[in-house]
């Protein structure tokens, strides 16, 4: 007789689902808390000591560092496909770079640059950690959705109240605050991403529409409440493609869209976001479009920032040197600290040269295929433009949420195509 030793299959079957328990269980756990880092880096934007920015930071390095490190998952990651998504990783390595080489002009700003990018590219690797399958990624613009249809409301009720105040009770220095912004526009440009979720849920949730419906009227309304010009006319130009958009699907007969909530919503998305601007008040905005000089002093920024890129075209001057070099290049004195250029793009020549501005250009401007195809994302396009002529990208506030948005649209791009060919090869397999 031979003894053989037998392993209880029960107990190989209760390894290998407590296995698959704790994969699947990986992503709604770094989901939950980077949700949470996004969120504290919002309501922390009003707060001029460095604590709240580092704690952002830190807590990004921490939760990235914990999802390499555990190893939990063993098989291949999930990732965007493509060779544009990878650029994101190495915007902060040229401010290594920069460093390395001796060619910026204040290294404690630099290394600070690099932190910020660094944080920010993290952001982009642990959401399309959080979004490998369409349920996922849905639930993450919900969470967003709700989280900034909450502001709006706050901002709504602090617009005419809050006298400068957060919460009526944290004092900032200035006459208004906008939820937790206190500058009108990046309040704006942080609605901007939000803003398509909610038009185009509205189209095509059938009788969920209306929730969806609300949370857009408000989102528009606290905009315009807002006065900020360009921040009106994107959220505008965002209800307007929608609409365009909807209409257009509709006609499709292919789109699967329910033809009847769809073409009441494109009447009541309009007029419920007229109602509420109408509830708000659209005067502030109104004056504000009707100064002889819409781009004030910006111009002049321009111009100084286009002097300081012809004379580093190649390494720039340093990432987030900006403020320390203008003054070389002013070509006009202001009673106020320039900290920006008011242009992102034009400033990313100034402080990185012309490889830095594409770095960052790149990928963004490959995702606007996805962005067309999926209308929830033409977010990002609105706030690309209005990077033209504001500085949406300096605050993680703002940015962290287009980075996110960003890594959404890339995996919604590389699940379709890996859904497609898996449709091709079972085609051919019959």
Known sequence: MFALSVTPIYETAGAAKAAVASVRRTPVVVGVWLFLLLIFSTVTVFVRDAWALESFQIGIFVLLAAYLLAGIRREREGMAAGW?????YLIPCWGVFQLWAHTTASTFETREAVLKWSALAGVFFLTQVVAGSRRQRR??????LCFATAMAVLC?????TANGRVLWAFPTGYPFVFATFQYSNNYAQFVEVALPIALWRALCEGPRSW??????????ASVVGTGSRAGAALCTAELAAMLIIGLAKLRHPQT???SRSTAAMLVMVPALAAIFTLAVGWEHVWRRLEQKDPYLGRSYFLVAVANMAKQRPLTGYGLGTFPEVYQRYAVRDFSFYANHA?????EFAADGGIPFLLL???PFAAAVPAAVRNPWGIGL???MLHACVDYPFPRPAVSGWMFAMLALLYMTRTMGVSSSAAKELRHLVR
């Open 211 to 220: 929730g969806y419906t609300l949370c857009g009227g408000v989102l528009y």
């Open 84 to 88: 544009a998504p990878w650029l994101v």
């Open 256 to 258: 699967g869209l329910p």
């Open 381 to 383: 396009i609105a706030v």
């Open 156 to 160: 709504l009720a602090q617009l005419f």
């Open 342 to 346: 008011h242009n992102d793009w034009a």
């Open 360 to 362: 960052v250009l790149i």
């Open 139 to 144: 639930i993450f613009q919900s969470a967003f």
